[in-house]
T-cell receptor, first 109, second 114 residues
Framework: DAKTTQPTSMDCAEGRAANLPCNHS???????VYWYRQIHSQGPQYIIHGLKNNETNEMASLIITEDRKSSTLILPHATLRDTAVYYC??????????FGTGTSLTVIP | GAVVSQHPSWVICKSGTSVKIECRSLDFQATTMFWYRQFPKQSLMLMATSNEGSKATYEQGVEKDKFLINHASLTLSTLTVTSAHPEDSSFYIC??????????FGQGTRLTVV
């Protein structure tokens, strides 16, 4: 079962940073934090993941709090194509990926 | 990123018939594949986990005799919806993982049973 809590929806102005929060207060020491997004009628797309250190790649940055009970996905310069449902998932290597309800991000022109 | 391909992208079938959906990992060997179902405006629901060469593990409430999963090779898994009914109409999505930790997803198959 999903172990994360995310806001149902968020808006972000085009060109601004989108900060998507995720709570995972029951995360265990072996569980990673993953972020995926799903654009309408497509399969989810991998964005980024991390264990305890902050991570950055060409798509986004992942900030994990020191106690690991929450994290934030940052899209530095949101574009209209970033409009999607964003899923935060905690998972231990070898286990399944369970999806919660996610955050529906709308990037506004 | 790695590529996972599903076929077909969409299918319409008559009630009572069976439909097979294929999931292929194109550029890596998938030790594990997952099958999900997604109804409109809902999240992805995990149906089953399959490991190459062994029987699939089904989530609670998913009928294994209705949703047959075969994972015969490291690059191919199939989901067969047997005796499909209109309530089985949904978006079916597979994903695959290898030695890397992240999963990659197919583009999904939209099944409509009429």
């Amino acid at each position: 079962d999903a172990k994360t809590t995310q806001p149902t929806s968020m808006d972000c102005a085009e060109g601004r940073a989108a900060n998507l929060p995720c709570n995972h207060s029951t995360i265990s020491g072996n569980e990673y934090v993953y972020w995926y997004r799903q654009i309408h009628s497509q399969g989810p797309q991998y964005i980024i993941h991390g264990l305890k250190n902050n991570e950055t790649n060409e798509m986004a940055s992942l900030i994990i709090t020191e106690d690991r009970k929450s994290s934030t996905l940052i899209l530095p310069h949101a574009t209209l194509r970033d409009t999607a449902v964003y899923y935060c998932i905690v998972r231990e290597t070898g286990n399944q990926f369970y999806f919660g309800t996610g955050t529906s991000l709308t990037v506004i022109p | 990123g790695a590529v996972v391909s599903q076929h077909p992208s969409w299918v319409i079938c008559k009630s009572g018939t069976s439909v097979k959906i294929e999931c292929r990992s194109l550029d890596f060997q998938a030790t594990t594949m997952f099958w999900y179902r997604q109804f409109p405006k809902q999240s992805l629901m995990l149906m089953a986990t399959s490991n190459e060469g062994s029987k699939a593990t089904y989530e609670q409430g998913v009928e294994k005799d209705k949703f047959l999963i075969n994972h015969a090779s490291l690059t191919l898994s199939t989901l067969t919806v047997t005796s499909a009914h209109p309530e089985d109409s949904s978006f079916y999505i597979c994903s695959a993982i290898s030695v890397r930790t992240e999963a990659f997803f197919g583009q999904g198959t939209r099944l409509t049973v009429v």
